[in-house]
């Protein structure tokens, strides 16, 4: 923080009471909040399901770097 807001927030601190404001912030709803967690899809929630994502993203970093080893072998032969 700058020392400009600082001094700005220590001025509205002597001026509005921010800690009533921040309990006002705190009683509204969950659903009200524009931010919220995405819920999981019923896909998900399944260990069978986590498990075979992980595998297809092992999968896909192992394509990835077998590419990679064939542009070096490629490279280092010219």
């Known amino acids: 923080m ?8 220590f001025k509205t601190r002597q001026s509005v009471d921010i800690d009533r404001f ?3 912030m705190n009683i509204l709803p969950a659903k009200s909040l524009p931010c919220r967690a995405p819920t999981p899809r019923k896909q998900d929630k399944t260990p069978e399901a986590a498990v075979q994502k992980e595998r297809d993203k092992l ?5 990835a770097i077998g590419n990679l080893e064939a542009q ?3 490279i280092t032969a010219l």
């Open 59 to 63: 999968a896909e970093h192992a394509a």
């Open 72 to 74: 070096r072998v490629k």
């Open 22 to 24: 921040e309990g006002a």
């Open 2 to 9: 700058s020392n400009r807001t600082a001094d700005a927030l």
